[in-house]
């Protein structure tokens, strides 16, 4: 079955910074990559996506990039502000069965 | 997401007690899931539902049972709940794209 594995599991950084959050997986069928951003206390929310006919993808300061061959996928964000700080999953569906990683704490200090 | 419910919000047991949380929506999805968070550990899939009559296992579905009761209706109860149980659970709901998280179920087992 999938295996996602995702990395660092914190990260800080000064507000402006970029932040860069790293997964890997192990299915060759997967084919579609969310990303979801978890606020303290609340549910997973979706932030961005990438499907594995494309490499990357960018939404304001939030890009995602896919390597297909290395099988490893990436959450960039930039300019990062207070309001950034949260966990970060990644995802990874193989056959519509999600498995996640162990998610991203990430903190932004001003 | 009111479109996705769970209940209870929260529920504190003890050893050995039966317990049923429940999960509606109303995205008119196929595909349903229950996961688990705990911390360090991201979201464990227990079990999931492509329609009414299919049930799969997931990673960790040792001591959980599901029921699919219809298409917006999918339930997961701990027979014999015991105290590794204790955790946060997410329902979440796919129309085959990304998926949608219900609130989430925070349970104690004492």
């Known amino acids: 079955g999938e295996n996602v594995e995702q990395h660092p599991s914190t990260l800080s950084v000064q507000e402006g910074d970029s932040a860069v959050i790293k997964c890997t997986y192990s299915?060759?069928?997967?084919?579609?990559f969310p990303w979801y951003k978890q606020e303290l206390g609340k549910r997973p929310q979706l932030i961005i996506d990438i499907r594995s006919n494309v490499g990357e993808k960018k939404d304001q300061r939030i890009a995602v990039t896919l390597n297909k061959t290395a099988k490893h996928f990436s959450l960039h964000i930039t300019e990062t502000q207070p309001e950034d700080s949260a966990v970060y999953f990644c995802a990874a569906d193989s056959w519509g069965k999600f498995q996640f990683g162990a998610g991203t704490q990430v903190v932004v200090t001003p | 997401d009111a479109d996705v419910t769970q209940t209870p919000r929260n529920r504190i047991t003890k050893t050995g007690k039966r317990i049923m949380l429940e999960c509606s929506q109303t995205?008119?999805?196929?595909?349903m899931y229950w996961y688990r968070q705990d911390p360090g550990l991201g979201l464990r899939l227990i079990y999931y539902?492509?329609?009414?009559?299919?049930?799969n296992k997931g990673e960790i579905s040792d001591g959980y049972s599901v029921s699919r009761q219809a298409q917006a209706k999918f339930s997961l109860s701990l027979e014999s709940a015991i105290p590794n149980q204790t955790a946060l659970y997410f329902c979440?709901?796919?129309?085959?794209?990304?998926?949608?998280f219900g609130p989430g179920t925070r349970l104690t087992v004492l």
């Open positions: 995205k008119g999805h196929d595909r």
């Open positions: 539902s492509f329609d009414v009559k299919d049930i």
């Open positions: 299915d060759s069928a997967s084919n579609y």
């Open positions: 979440a709901t796919s129309g085959g794209a990304s998926v949608f």
